[in-house]
């Protein structure tokens, strides 16, 4: 059984960053796509940014050239480095793991995957 945790969230101003992390428990965690979801109420949880397996990366538009995602796998462990944080980006934040082919992944295509509990990231102006 999966299970991911993640933590770093918090409240920053306007311009500061904050680093997410997601810890894997479970078998596979190297072989997972890997991902980064938000969602604010009343909205679709939408994709942030992803990895493969093979560590290629792909980002939501929102995201680019702000934010960062890799992965540790020697200590089954997901990141977001975000960067440069606008209000906008106040949101809860869910770490993902799915089985899904590598055109899946860079899309945000995650079915039949495993969540987190969240972490909220608040942007004041």
């Known amino acids: 059984q999966v299970q991911l945790e993640e933590s770093g969230g918090g409240s920053v101003q306007a311009g500061g960053s904050l680093r997410l992390a997601c810890r894997f428990s479970g078998y596979g965690y190297s072989s997972y796509c890997m991902g980064w979801f938000r969602q604010t109420p009343g909205k679709e949880r939408e994709g942030v940014a992803s990895?493969?397996?093979?560590?290629?990366?792909s980002y939501a538009d929102s995201g680019k050239g702000r934010f960062t995602i890799s992965k540790d796998n020697a200590k089954n462990t997901l990141y977001l480095q975000m960067n440069s944080l606008e209000p906008e980006d106040t949101a809860m934040y869910y770490c993902a793991a799915s089985g899904v082919p590598r055109i899946y992944c860079s899309r945000f295509i995650f079915r039949d995957n495993y969540w987190g509990q969240g972490t909220q990231v608040t942007v004041s102006s």
């Open positions: 990895i493969n397996s093979d560590g290629s990366t």
